[in-house]
């Protein structure tokens, strides 16, 4: 994904489009660029590698003009370079472009330009789009409405487009298809983002552009179109968002700061569901009776979403009694996969942009089955495509691995099965209590084991310079170790492998040497000493052994343990994960990664 950053107003536009960019460098930072209006057409403006690099070569440059463009890239098409960098332009600045998102027919296109005289100076898909909507500009003799309608016609893909018109001084053009785009409206001055952070020091006020249409900005006036070029009206929207949230705070990193965000994040999400020991899912749009006939469930998601879409299998199976089947996003998509009757579709979601899952919802949907997304994001694409969203109140997340919104997304399916348990009377009222008062104590037990930060510190000093982690778990216990082991190699660049812990003898026990680490968790006393004897395989083949394991269970094998306050089984992964989190920020900082913006990754994934 990118980040795209826009502003139309009475104040030299460098600035705020730096900061913009700053607020989303955690969309994508392989290279950076702005276009700033001057009284000829533009000055443009990129570089390489982090925006700090682009914010150096601006440093020194007067540029007065109040009206421009800026982006953030996390390459797709083209090497990292500057030359790749955006924005891309036609051949004399007519058309100055950014975009997030991949035209996935560009290369034709393309050969269709050069036919029509058009050279290319980069790999991207990006400077065709600038130099297809100069050719219809041409075509439809100077009309923007209508050459970028054209286009929209024209490309399959995804696009969020800021464009800026050599002749149209006073204006900046949006477009959009499945890459978000929101317009910040103020007074005498506008923002275009993908993302709200990137405008909230400005305006709590946004226009979401929806898929296929388009909007013609200027200093105090917004207009959107529809593809066929028609004005439509739009509902403005306040945003419920803090600007601490895009903040630190005090905090080293975002990442520790959205780890110490779990109590407050988990609980605005329980606050939003639970009422007087009941859970009301009146907000989503999901009846009790609607409920009680779902017989089947499947979860899709990415990373660390489909993390959590294991975990709630063992919830939703144990409470509900129903099948569950999960897939990874990207895989589902391509499998023709049998939806079976009355079945529902679940979708999660921080970002509610990730483009994988976004076409597994849309596959889903073919099949006319229900749809509900547990996303993030107010207004992502996801969010708007599925026919119930449950959001998680984590707030924004920066950190690139996500910590926050994987425990409200835990915590909203929690309480998703249990009322899905009380609809198909698997549960009776004093059992839906008792559930419901574990899910509320979670919060409490995390902030017990965040006191206890500087004791995983300690131990994560200890296996900086390790060169395999392997992670073991059983039944929901091996839900959470991959999440735990996605986490440490996303940051720490360890290489790490999760697997169920009686699986490791099948093969995987062959790569056990003096010093592996191997990190076990148990939570559930009832497969506690199998899993220890699993551990103690490994033991005898060289394996350093360190437990993650809830209060009531007594190591004797590890070598290290570190234990979480007591809590029902089904809902242990949401404390054993905390310590992982913390043990995979102290080895990415010790590491001296970039812990907030970890190499080759990006916050949500929009492409495929
Ligand atoms: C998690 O730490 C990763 N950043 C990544 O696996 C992420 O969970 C995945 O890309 C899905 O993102 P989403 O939840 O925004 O769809």
Same mark, same amino acid.
């Given at each position: 994904m990118c980040g795209i950053v826009g502003?139309?107003? +009475?104040?030299?536009?460098k600035?705020?489009l730096l900061?913009?960019l700053s607020?989303l460098e955690?969309r994508g930072y392989d290279s950076a660029g702005v276009a700033i209006r001057n009284?000829n057409g533009f000055d443009i403006i990129k570089s390489k590698g982090k925006l700090e690099n682009l914010k150096n070569k601006l440093k020194d440059k007067?540029l007065?003009g109040?009206?421009g463009i800026g982006h953030t890239r996390w390459a797709t098409h083209g090497e990292p370079t500057e030359f790749n960098a955006h924005p891309h332009n036609s051949y004399n600045e007519n058309v100055v472009v950014v975009h997030n998102g991949i035209i996935e027919n560009y290369l034709e296109i393309k050969e269709k330009l050069v036919t029509y005289g058009y050279t290319f100076y980069s790999q991207t898909d990006t400077e065709v789009i600038a130099k297809l909507i100069d050719f219809?500009?041409?075509?439809?003799?100077?009309?923007?409405?209508?050459?970028?309608?054209?286009f929209?016609?024209?490309v399959?893909g995804s696009y969020a487009l800021a464009i800026m018109f050599k002749?149209?001084?006073?204006?900046? /053009?949006?477009?959009?298809?499945?890459s978000?785009?929101?317009?910040?409206?103020?007074?005498?001055?506008?923002?275009?983002?993908s993302?709200?952070?990137?405008?909230?020091?400005?305006?709590?006020? %946004?226009?979401?552009?929806?898929? /296929?249409?388009?909007?013609?900005?200027?200093?105090?006036?917004?207009?959107?179109?529809?593809?066929?070029?028609?004005?439509?009206?739009?509902?403005?929207?306040?945003?419920?968002?803090?600007?601490?949230?895009?903040?630190?705070?005090?905090?080293?990193?975002?990442?520790?700061?959205?780890?110490?965000?779990?109590?407050?994040?988990?609980?605005?999400?329980?606050?939003?569901?639970?009422? +007087?020991?009941?859970?009301?899912?009146?907000?989503?749009?999901?009846?009790? @009776?609607?409920?009680?006939?779902?017989?089947?469930?499947?979860?899709?998601?990415?990373?660390?979403?489909?993390?959590?879409?294991?975990?709630?299998?063992?919830?939703?199976?144990?409470?509900?009694?129903? +099948?569950?089947? %999960? @897939?990874?996003?990207?895989?589902?998509?391509?499998?023709?996969?049998?939806?079976?009757?009355?079945?529902?579709?679940?979708?999660?979601?921080?970002?509610?942009?990730?483009?994988?899952?976004?076409?597994?919802?849309?596959?889903?949907?073919?099949?006319?089955?229900?749809?509900?997304?547990?996303?993030?994001?107010?207004?992502?694409?996801?969010?708007?495509?599925?026919?119930? %969203?449950?959001?998680?109140?984590?707030? !924004?997340? *920066?950190?690139?691995?996500?910590?926050?919104?994987?425990?409200?997304?835990?915590?909203?399916?929690?309480?998703?099965?249990?009322?899905?348990?009380?609809?198909?009377?698997?549960?009776?009222?004093?059992?839906?209590?008792?559930?419901?008062?574990?899910?509320?104590?979670? !919060?409490?037990?995390?902030?017990?084991?965040?006191?206890?930060?500087?004791?995983?510190?300690?131990?994560?000093?200890?296996?900086?310079?390790?060169?395999?982690?392997?992670?073991?778990?059983?039944?929901? @216990?091996?839900?959470?170790?991959?999440?735990?082991?996605?986490?440490?190699?996303?940051?720490?660049?360890?290489?790490?492998?999760?697997?169920?812990?009686?699986?490791?003898?099948?093969?995987?026990?062959?790569?056990?040497?003096?010093?592996?680490?191997?990190?076990?968790?148990?939570?559930?006393?009832?497969?506690?000493?199998?899993?220890?004897?699993?551990?103690?395989?490994?033991?005898?083949?060289?394996?350093?052994?360190?437990?993650?394991?809830?209060?009531?269970?007594?190591?004797? *094998?590890?070598? /290290?343990?570190?234990?979480?306050?007591?809590?029902? !089984?089904?809902?242990?992964?949401?404390?054993?994960?905390? !310590?992982?989190?913390?043990?995979?920020? /102290?080895?990415?900082?010790?590491?001296?990664?970039?812990?907030?913006k970890?190499r080759n990754l990006a916050?949500?994934?929009t492409v495929?």
């Open positions: 502003y139309i107003g +009475n104040k030299p536009a600035d705020i900061n913009g607020k955690y009284e007067n007065f109040t009206c219809y500009l041409n075509e439809t003799n100077q009309n923007p409405i209508q050459a970028i309608s054209k929209m016609l024209r399959t002749n149209l001084k006073d204006e900046i /053009y949006v477009a959009r298809k499945d978000p785009l929101i317009i910040g409206i103020c007074n005498n001055e506008n923002f275009i983002a993302d709200v952070p990137a405008i909230l020091r400005y305006t709590k006020d %946004v226009y979401y552009l929806d898929n /296929y249409q388009m909007a013609k900005i200027s200093t105090n006036s917004t207009i959107f179109y529809n593809i066929d070029g028609m004005e439509v009206k739009k509902k403005l929207t306040h945003i419920q968002m803090d600007l601490s949230s895009a903040e630190k705070n005090g905090f080293e990193h975002f990442m520790l700061k959205e780890i110490h965000e779990q109590p407050e994040a988990i609980e605005k999400t329980i606050k939003s569901l639970v009422k +007087n020991e009941d859970i009301f899912l009146d907000r989503t749009g999901i009846t009790n @009776d609607f409920l009680s006939k779902i017989e089947n469930i499947f979860i899709i998601g990415c990373g660390s979403a489909y993390h959590v879409g294991i975990t709630l299998k063992y919830v939703f199976e144990k409470l509900a009694n129903i +099948n569950v089947q %999960v @897939d990874f996003a990207s895989e589902f998509r391509y499998r023709n996969p049998v939806l079976l009757k009355n079945t529902l579709l679940i979708v999660i979601s921080q970002s509610g942009e990730t483009a994988d899952s976004l076409a597994g919802l849309k596959e889903a949907k073919k099949q006319k089955v229900p749809t509900l997304g547990i996303v993030n994001v107010v207004g992502s694409s996801i969010a708007r495509e599925v026919d119930y %969203v449950l959001y998680t109140l984590a707030g !924004p997340e *920066i950190s690139v691995a996500t910590t926050k919104a994987y425990s409200a997304q835990l915590v909203a399916g929690y309480l998703l099965a249990i009322k899905l348990a009380e609809c198909k009377n698997k549960i009776n009222q004093i059992t839906r209590k008792e559930l419901i008062k574990d899910v509320i104590e979670i !919060p409490d037990k995390i902030s017990v084991i965040l006191k206890r930060q500087n004791e995983i510190q300690m131990l994560s000093s200890k296996f900086v310079n390790v060169k395999n982690i392997f992670l073991i778990g059983r039944n929901i @216990d091996y839900a959470v170790v991959l999440e735990g082991s996605l986490k440490m190699k996303e940051v720490s660049y360890i290489h790490t492998e999760a697997y169920p812990a009686g699986e490791l003898k099948h093969g995987t026990i062959s790569l056990i040497e003096n010093n592996s680490l191997v990190i076990g968790s148990i939570s559930n006393i009832n497969l506690a000493e199998k899993t220890f004897s699993n551990m103690l395989e490994t033991k005898s083949r060289g394996a350093i052994l360190l437990g993650f394991l809830t209060k009531d269970i007594r190591s004797t *094998i590890c070598d /290290y343990v570190f234990e979480v306050p007591q809590i029902n !089984p089904l809902f242990a992964n949401s404390l054993v994960i905390v !310590p992982m989190q913390i043990m995979s920020y /102290y080895l990415s900082v010790l590491k001296g990664n970039d812990v907030d970890p916050k949500s994934v495929e």
